[in-house]
C-alpha cells in the first residue's frame, strides 16, 4: 500500500511542476524528486497509461501536456444537487 501512495505523490507532484512549466530537464527533474531517472521514465509510463497526455519539449527543456489535463486522486463527496463533486473534508 506504501508503494501505491508513494507513486501517487510522486505523479502528483510531476503534474504540479508539468502545470508550472518547471520540470526541466529528465536529469533535473529526477534530482529534483530525489530518484533515478529510470524511475522517473516509469512513473511517466505509468501517467501515460492513465492518458496522461505527457511529452518532452526540446525547445523549452520541460515535460509538458500535449492538450490541458488536470490530476485529481481521492474521494469526493457528491453534492446533494448532483450538479457537481466537492472534495471531501475532514
Do not use: W
Not at 75 to 83: M, T, V
Amino acid at each position: 500500500m506504501k508503494i501505491i501512495i508513494q507513486h501517487i505523490e510522486l505523479i502528483q507532484r510531476i503534474d504540479q511542476l508539468i502545470q508550472l512549466q518547471a520540470t526541466g530537464t529528465p536529469d533535473e527533474l529526477a534530482e529534483r524528486l530525489d530518484i533515478s531517472k529510470t524511475k522517473l521514465y516509469r512513473i511517466i509510463n505509468l501517467m501515460k497509461q492513465l492518458n496522461a497526455p505527457v511529452v518532452y519539449n526540446f525547445n523549452t527543456q520541460n515535460f509538458v501536456y500535449a492538450e490541458a489535463v488536470g490530476f485529481k486522486f481521492g474521494f469526493y463527496k457528491e453534492l446533494q444537487n448532483n450538479k457537481g463533486l466537492n472534495p471531501f473534508v475532514g
